[in-house]
């Protein structure tokens, strides 16, 4: 996604703006892999192959969302590691 998308995405579940951005990779101007986080409600909605995943919870698979946190989890904040919504990697 473009950085640019960020002046007009809001939580998809309060609302909330603006989301934090982490950037993992960039190549061009485009955000290939990094995370949007909701400081509201503490989600956070991955950016896979520059397509930033904003779907409520219901939509979302655990088993997905765990390997994204472990793919990045040298670069995520502990705040989203461990107290993510909707999942996390909390023992
Ligand atoms: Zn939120």
């Given amino acids: 996604m ?3 998308l ?3 995405l809001a939580c998809p579940i309060d609302k909330y703006y ?9 190549k061009d ?5 990094g995370v949007l986080i909701c400081n509201k409600c ?3 909605y991955p950016i896979i192959d520059e397509i930033p995943e904003m779907l409520p919870d219901e939509l979302r698979t ?3 969302e765990l390997d994204f946190l472990n793919r990045w989890k040298e670069k995520l904040p502990e705040k989203v590691i461990y ?5 996390n990697l909390k023992v």
């Fill in 2 to 4: 473009r950085k640019k």
């Fill in 6 to 8: 960020l002046d007009i």
């Fill in 18 to 26: 603006p989301l934090e951005l982490i950037e993992f990779s960039v």
């Fill in 29 to 33: 101007d485009v955000i290939v892999d």
């Fill in 42 to 44: 503490n989600r956070y």
């Fill in 62 to 64: 655990k088993e997905r």
């Fill in 83 to 87: 107290e993510g919504k909707p999942f």
